[in-house]
């Protein structure tokens, strides 16, 4: 994950922006698996934790741990009531720090565009979980407008400025997202699209949200002078959906994919 680790330092800031996507997202997606309850669960490339508060809530699990290569994501994952019950760690999600077959289920939510190579991620998550297991994962579908910050970037292009695709950004295609699962190995791979929908009190709420992380799209509107950015603003405030109230509806889509591990 390492053209794009510099955006995960600000565990707060990833917080506002990806976190209520995470958990919306997140519960589809775990009712998509439908595991049984009291299983041991591997969660990679956790981040701040939210999808795996998220796993703590709804699947009741034996134990959970859960690994991300920022250790100022684990860090502030480690000050959540959830590190009570969960083992973050620092770790590579292509070179796992547990045994053969150590978990029932193993998961990656938000992580496999910033992998450098899916495959050996995919492969280290089918060997650490145990055979007959599942292992699944999910991530914005890029190319059909589906990250929560899509808005953003379209009404950043549309002031002139250009703003650069993520290498990464091809593996969230679903046909390539079946091919890691297939590639290695993986028995019965299924596949659906998650699509969710957030509300926000006004425009204000909104953009404090999607501006807080300094990612590659933030990153150029920093750049930007104030009448710029306010203009930015304006084209924004304009386009975005709202409610009969006029709150802010912000959509967004992923991509899933799961399999089981051959007995």
Request: hydrophobic content about 40%; some cysteine; aromatic content about 10%.
């Amino acid at each position: 994950m390492a053209e794009t680790k510099g955006f995960f330092t600000d565990g707060e800031a990833y917080e506002r922006l990806m976190g209520n996507f995470t958990r919306s997202a997140g519960e589809v997606f775990l009712d998509w698996l439908s595991l049984s309850k009291a299983l041991s669960w591997v969660d990679v490339g956790c981040g701040t934790g939210a999808f795996t508060r998220l796993l703590l809530d709804r699947c009741a699990p034996r134990h959970v741990d859960a690994i991300d290569p920022s250790e100022e994501q684990i860090a502030y994952a480690r000050g959540t009531p959830a590190a009570k019950r969960v083992s973050f760690r620092v770790g590579d999600a292509q070179s796992l720090p547990f045994r053969n077959g150590e978990f029932d289920a193993g998961v990656m939510a938000l992580v496999i565009t910033f992998v450098p190579d899916p495959n050996k991620a995919v492969a280290e998550l089918k060997r650490v979980t145990k055979p007959g297991g599942t292992i699944a994962t999910y991530m914005w579908d890029f190319f059909n407008k589906g990250f929560p910050q899509h808005p953003l970037r379209e009404a950043l292009e549309k002031t002139g400025v250009e703003v650069p695709a993520q290498p990464g950004h091809v593996n969230s295609r679903m046909e390539n997202m079946e091919g890691f699962f297939r590639n290695a190995g993986l028995a019965d791979v299924a596949a659906r699209v998650i699509e969710v929908e957030l509300t926000y009190a006004d425009f204000d709420e909104y953009w404090f949200a999607q501006t807080a992380l300094a990612n590659y799209i933030v990153q150029q509107i920093r750049k930007m002078p104030a009448p710029d950015v306010e203009r930015l603003k304006d084209g924004l405030r304009k386009s975005l959906p709202k409610d009969a109230i006029g709150r802010i509806i912000a959509k967004a889509r992923a991509n899933a994919v799961k399999g089981r591990v051959p007995a």
